[in-house]
């Protein structure tokens, strides 16, 4: 009877970077990967407090608030009742800056922080700013561990913390993809998580809405009148003036806060601020409604700045072409003329920005609207925006901010945690063939610290900058255009978009083939880093060959025992067995671990890896008897070399529980399989990947002793708890609605069991291709649920289309083949009775 194959294995595949790109330890797609901790920095996670009133909120929402009360307190309950919130816009606003949203949710934030042990603020744009605000929660509760630690530890730091430390407000300011916050809302269920948002789709799976119009005509007149007159009670002829020019700003909230600070600070009446106030963007100019209307209203308030302070104009010009967020004070200090003097004029102008509603402080560093940002770096007929002048002043103070090359590596590391995201911004926001010589040094340096951090999916914008400009200046096939668009789209790869990194691997391979040969050491990476490319997309047609190639060149190149052949050997292997293929596999798993302990140790991470391989595959054979001792050799190597709660000793003792389920020792298996859950659950969090691969291995083995009772509730909840995490469609998420469609059938729950069944397999030809062996399972699986249900003629059917797609692509006697081929002959054979 052929049933769901557990997921969990965690076969291990060690292959090489490319010559010139890194792996990523923390993706930037929305999954996080978190890293190992020191067992002290977990017991300080568990043992911190925070102080009583831990906040980090932008500004102290003491300003002007109107038209919103019952917005917040809708919130409240949305909060109160689900833990979760998005502030986001209507359709009629959709896309729109400047509404509130942040506002509404800083104005939450300080009326209810009583409420939670912890508040804080943390920027949402993308997933490595979300990573940079939970590793300023580690430095705040933890300096003395979190200094010295990398990015990727204190982020882990941090919502091992927060998993600890129930009671608690997130605020997730600016998100632009809601997919993004997943893995954070699943796994961290103790608290409060309230998001803002221009986007308006895409929060339906993840939490309720709130979204925000504009200001209504009686409270824009208000918001503008408290501003603009203070104390002062405005006269009816003053309050219809505001009432026409509320009209006219369209009742933005921003552009009507701007133009009350002008008022209040120049003490212009409003006629004349509206007889003043240039239409200096036509319908016909370029921008969006909200873009024009700030327009009008920041050039009236940068005639009063300039007259007050020309350095204030010189320091927002250049800050709009940074990141909007965490700004620091001391970027912009080396902009003012005296040096002498130079932090008491930053901060004067600073001050007066401020106080003209251009830019939010909050301790040493400050922000801007996105929405004031995009206008100051737009040029606009009839105006002298300096925009080119804006750019290169931020250029200069960038450079002038890196840390020099000789810094030791936690200081430069620091320094360039605080400037990357403005780096990134500045070339994302460049136009097209503006780049300079000093542009690019900016970003190559940029690009370098990312490699060395092994941070490449998050410079994707400054590579995709130096290949485009390598391209221009040396040529499309020049050696180090080459190396550029490699590095781009390992980027890609990192960031798990396949779709935009196979075509570049594919171009590049074939452009140093033609320029360096078909042998040179470059194109053999090009060629390994398709072959993975390939692999990690379920394309192992041509995966295989490749990997066939790159391995028998490097042979030739680079000798049988070069580190490089090493791992095409192991690639190679993987491949194999990953089409079932494990008469070939085996012999290559046994010649790179023979040969990786001569030449890397016996004790080498590469080494223990091909034995884990190499343990894998006989266990797939069913050689349980060598299969356990390597299991068992390779657990106490990594306990001893790498710790007693590594991620990779982890994985080892979840192999070594697995195979002692396969011969069928359960009082070994289970108390393995428990453990090792509790330690991933306290090291790696409740709702990791590989905690949830534990905890279907443990359900697997409690449904395996015919504990349905323990194993149901298991697989329910790692199944929900991968929708939450992973997405729907995830092919993690699929073995495990497969799982439990199978637990659901053994238990005779065929109702449950077969729809299951069926949205698998309808899943899993959408996302995996219709002859993926994940696939093929999936219909066979179904095609049995029919059987057990009298529906014979659609399990002979789903049987046939099996066995022939088992025979096309595994072969005519792999044991899946030989297994369909038994199940359709059974089937026919009850059919004919």
């Given at each position: 009877m052929p049933g769901a194959v557990p997921d969990g294995t965690d076969?291990?595949?060690?292959?090489?970077?490319?010559?010139?790109?890194?792996?990523?330890?923390?993706?930037?797609?929305?999954?996080?990967?978190?890293?190992?901790l020191p067992p002290q920095a977990v017991q300080w996670a568990r043992e911190v407090e925070a102080p009583p009133s831990t906040v980090n909120l932008p500004g102290s929402a003491s300003g002007v608030f109107v038209g919103r009360e019952d917005a917040l307190d809708r919130l409240r309950c949305m909060l109160t009742d689900s833990g979760d919130a998005a502030v986001t816009q209507t359709g009629a606003v959709h896309g729109l800056g400047g509404i509130g949203k942040s506002t509404l949710a800083l104005h939450y934030a300080v009326r209810y922080r009583d409420a939670y042990t912890l508040v804080w603020w943390?920027?949402?744009?993308?997933?490595?700013?979300?990573?940079?605000?939970?590793?300023?929660?580690?430095?705040?509760?933890?300096?003395?561990?979190?200094?010295?630690?990398?990015?990727e530890e204190r982020t882990a730091w941090a919502v091992a913390w927060l998993q600890w430390h129930p009671g608690w407000l997130l605020v997730?300011?600016?998100?632009?993809?809601?997919?993004?916050?997943?893995?954070?809302?699943?796994?961290?269920?103790?608290g409060h998580h309230l998001a803002t948002s221009r986007k308006a789709t895409g929060w339906h799976t993840i939490g309720p809405t709130l979204p925000l119009d504009l200001l209504g005509p009686t409270a824009s007149v208000d918001l503008l009148c408290e501003i603009a007159y203070g104390r002062r009670t405005p006269t009816p002829e003053q309050r219809e003036e505001a009432e026409a020019l509320a009209a006219e700003l369209g009742y933005l909230p921003l552009a009507l806060e701007q133009a009350g600070a002008?008022?209040?600070?120049?003490?212009?009446?409003?006629?004349?601020?509206?007889?003043?106030?240039?239409?200096?963007?036509?319908?016909?100019?370029?921008?969006?409604?909200?873009?024009?209307?700030?327009?009008?209203?920041?050039?009236?308030?940068?005639?009063?700045?300039?007259e007050r302070d020309p350095l204030a104009v010189t320091l927002l010009n250049a800050a709009a072409w940074l990141a909007p967020d965490n700004i620091p004070r001391t970027l912009l200090t080396p902009l003012a003329s005296d040096a002498d003097e130079a932090d008491d004029a930053v901060d004067e102008a600073l001050g007066v920005l401020h106080a003209y509603n251009m830019i939010t402080l909050s301790g040493a560093t400050f922000s801007v609207h996105r929405l004031l940002q995009v206008v100051l770096r737009t040029s606009t007929p009839g105006t002298d925006h300096p925009t080119t002048t804006g750019r290169s002043t931020a250029e200069q103070a960038l450079l002038a901010a890196l840390p020099p090359s000789k810094a030791p590596l936690p200081v430069a590391t620091r320094q360039w945690e605080e400037l990357m995201s403005h780096v990134t911004a500045l070339a994302a926001s460049l136009p097209p063939a503006a780049a300079t010589e000093t542009t690019f040094d900016l970003f190559d340096r940029a690009a370098a610290h990312a490699r060395q951090a092994e941070q490449t999916a998050r410079a994707v914008p400054l590579l995709e900058r130096i290949a485009a400009q390598r391209e221009q200046v040396l040529g499309d096939a020049h050696p180090d255009t080459l190396s550029s668009r490699n590095d781009l789209a390992q980027a890609y790869g990192n960031a798990g978009d396949l779709a935009r990194a196979i075509p570049l691997f594919e171009a590049t391979l074939a452009q140093r083939e033609q320029v360096l040969g078909d042998a040179h050491p470059d194109t053999l990476s090009s060629r390994n880093d398709l072959a993975q490319a390939y692999g990690n997309a379920g394309d192992l047609a041509r995966a295989i060959p490749l990997f066939e190639a790159t391995l028998a060149q490097r042979e030739q190149v680079l000798g049988d025992a070069h580190p490089n052949t090493l791992s095409s050997r192991n690639n190679l292997a993987c491949a194999y067995e990953r089409v079932g293929d494990l008469a070939r596999a085996i012999p290559l798993h046994e010649a790179t671990l023979a040969q990786r302990e001569q030449v890397l140790g016996d004790t080498h991470p590469n080494t223990l890896s091909s034995r884990n391989n190499l343990a894998y595959a006989y266990e797939r054979v069913g050689d349980l008897a060598r299969a356990i001792p390597l299991h068992e050799a390779t657990l106490a190597q990594r306990e001893q070399v790498l710790g007693d709660t590594h991620p990779d000793t982890l994985t080892s003792r979840n192999n070594l529980a697995y195979a002692y389920g396969s011969v069928g020792d359960l009082a070994?298996?289970?108390?393995?399989?428990?453990?090792?859950?509790?330690?991933?659950?306290?090291?790696?969090?409740?709702?990791?990947?590989?905690?949830?691969?534990?905890?279907?291995?443990?359900?697997?083995?409690?449904?395996?002793?015919?504990?349905?009772?323990?194993?149901?509730?298991?697989?329910?909840?790692?199944?929900?708890?991968?929708?939450?995490?992973?997405?729907?469609?995830?092919?993690?998420?699929?073995?495990?609605?497969?799982?439990?469609?199978?637990?659901?059938?053994?238990?005779?729950?065929?109702?449950?069991?077969?729809?299951?069944?069926?949205?698998?397999?309808?899943?899993?030809?959408?996302?995996?291709?219709?002859?993926?062996?994940?696939?093929?399972?999936?219909?066979?699986?179904?095609?049995?649920?029919?059987?057990?249900?009298?529906?014979?003629?659609?399990?002979?059917?789903?049987?046939?289309?099996?066995?022939?797609?088992?025979?096309?692509v595994l072969g005519d006697t792999h044991p899946k083949t030989l297994a369909s081929r038994n199940n359709l002959a059974r089937v026919k054979a009850a059919q004919e009775r």
């Amino acid at each position: 009877m052929p049933g769901a194959v557990p997921d969990g294995t965690d076969i291990e595949a060690s292959g090489e970077r490319s010559i010139a790109a890194q792996s990523i330890g923390l993706a930037v797609s929305g999954d996080v990967r978190f890293v190992n901790l020191p067992p002290q920095a977990v017991q300080w996670a568990r043992e911190v407090e925070a102080p009583p009133s831990t906040v980090n909120l932008p500004g102290s929402a003491s300003g002007v608030f109107v038209g919103r009360e019952d917005a917040l307190d809708r919130l409240r309950c949305m909060l109160t009742d689900s833990g979760d919130a998005a502030v986001t816009q209507t359709g009629a606003v959709h896309g729109l800056g400047g509404i509130g949203k942040s506002t509404l949710a800083l104005h939450y934030a300080v009326r209810y922080r009583d409420a939670y042990t912890l508040v804080w603020w943390i920027n949402a744009e993308s997933p490595e700013l979300i990573e940079a605000g939970l590793g300023a929660l580690a430095t705040r509760l933890c300096s003395h561990w979190a200094c010295g630690a990398t990015a990727e530890e204190r982020t882990a730091w941090a919502v091992a913390w927060l998993q600890w430390h129930p009671g608690w407000l997130l605020v997730f300011d600016n998100v632009e993809h809601p997919d993004q916050l997943r893995p954070y809302l699943g796994s961290l269920p103790g608290g409060h998580h309230l998001a803002t948002s221009r986007k308006a789709t895409g929060w339906h799976t993840i939490g309720p809405t709130l979204p925000l119009d504009l200001l209504g005509p009686t409270a824009s007149v208000d918001l503008l009148c408290e501003i603009a007159y203070g104390r002062r009670t405005p006269t009816p002829e003053q309050r219809e003036e505001a009432e026409a020019l509320a009209a006219e700003l369209g009742y933005l909230p921003l552009a009507l806060e701007q133009a009350g600070a002008y008022l209040h600070q120049t003490g212009k009446e409003i006629a004349a601020y509206r007889r003043a106030l240039p239409r200096m963007l036509s319908k016909h100019s370029e921008g969006t409604d909200p873009e024009r209307t700030v327009a009008r209203v920041w050039n009236q308030s940068l005639k009063a700045i300039r007259e007050r302070d020309p350095l204030a104009v010189t320091l927002l010009n250049a800050a709009a072409w940074l990141a909007p967020d965490n700004i620091p004070r001391t970027l912009l200090t080396p902009l003012a003329s005296d040096a002498d003097e130079a932090d008491d004029a930053v901060d004067e102008a600073l001050g007066v920005l401020h106080a003209y509603n251009m830019i939010t402080l909050s301790g040493a560093t400050f922000s801007v609207h996105r929405l004031l940002q995009v206008v100051l770096r737009t040029s606009t007929p009839g105006t002298d925006h300096p925009t080119t002048t804006g750019r290169s002043t931020a250029e200069q103070a960038l450079l002038a901010a890196l840390p020099p090359s000789k810094a030791p590596l936690p200081v430069a590391t620091r320094q360039w945690e605080e400037l990357m995201s403005h780096v990134t911004a500045l070339a994302a926001s460049l136009p097209p063939a503006a780049a300079t010589e000093t542009t690019f040094d900016l970003f190559d340096r940029a690009a370098a610290h990312a490699r060395q951090a092994e941070q490449t999916a998050r410079a994707v914008p400054l590579l995709e900058r130096i290949a485009a400009q390598r391209e221009q200046v040396l040529g499309d096939a020049h050696p180090d255009t080459l190396s550029s668009r490699n590095d781009l789209a390992q980027a890609y790869g990192n960031a798990g978009d396949l779709a935009r990194a196979i075509p570049l691997f594919e171009a590049t391979l074939a452009q140093r083939e033609q320029v360096l040969g078909d042998a040179h050491p470059d194109t053999l990476s090009s060629r390994n880093d398709l072959a993975q490319a390939y692999g990690n997309a379920g394309d192992l047609a041509r995966a295989i060959p490749l990997f066939e190639a790159t391995l028998a060149q490097r042979e030739q190149v680079l000798g049988d025992a070069h580190p490089n052949t090493l791992s095409s050997r192991n690639n190679l292997a993987c491949a194999y067995e990953r089409v079932g293929d494990l008469a070939r596999a085996i012999p290559l798993h046994e010649a790179t671990l023979a040969q990786r302990e001569q030449v890397l140790g016996d004790t080498h991470p590469n080494t223990l890896s091909s034995r884990n391989n190499l343990a894998y595959a006989y266990e797939r054979v069913g050689d349980l008897a060598r299969a356990i001792p390597l299991h068992e050799a390779t657990l106490a190597q990594r306990e001893q070399v790498l710790g007693d709660t590594h991620p990779d000793t982890l994985t080892s003792r979840n192999n070594l529980a697995y195979a002692y389920g396969s011969v069928g020792d359960l009082a070994r298996a289970v108390p393995l399989y428990e453990a090792t859950l509790a330690q991933c659950e306290q090291v790696l969090g409740d709702a990791h990947p590989d905690t949830l691969i534990s905890r279907s291995n443990l359900a697997h083995v409690y449904g395996s002793v015919g504990d349905l009772a323990r194993a149901v509730p298991l697989y329910e909840a790692t199944l929900a708890q991968r929708e939450q995490v992973l997405g729907d469609a995830h092919p993690d998420t699929l073995i495990s609605r497969n799982n439990l469609a199978h637990v659901y059938g053994s238990v005779g729950d065929l109702a449950r069991a077969i729809p299951l069944h069926e949205a698998t397999l309808a899943q899993r030809e959408q996302v995996l291709g219709d002859t993926h062996p994940d696939t093929l399972s999936s219909r066979n699986s179904l095609a049995y649920a029919y059987e057990r249900a009298g529906d014979l003629a659609r399990a002979v059917s789903l049987f046939e289309a099996t066995l022939a797609q088992c025979e096309q692509v595994l072969g005519d006697t792999h044991p899946k083949t030989l297994a369909s081929r038994n199940n359709l002959a059974r089937v026919k054979a009850a059919q004919e009775r």
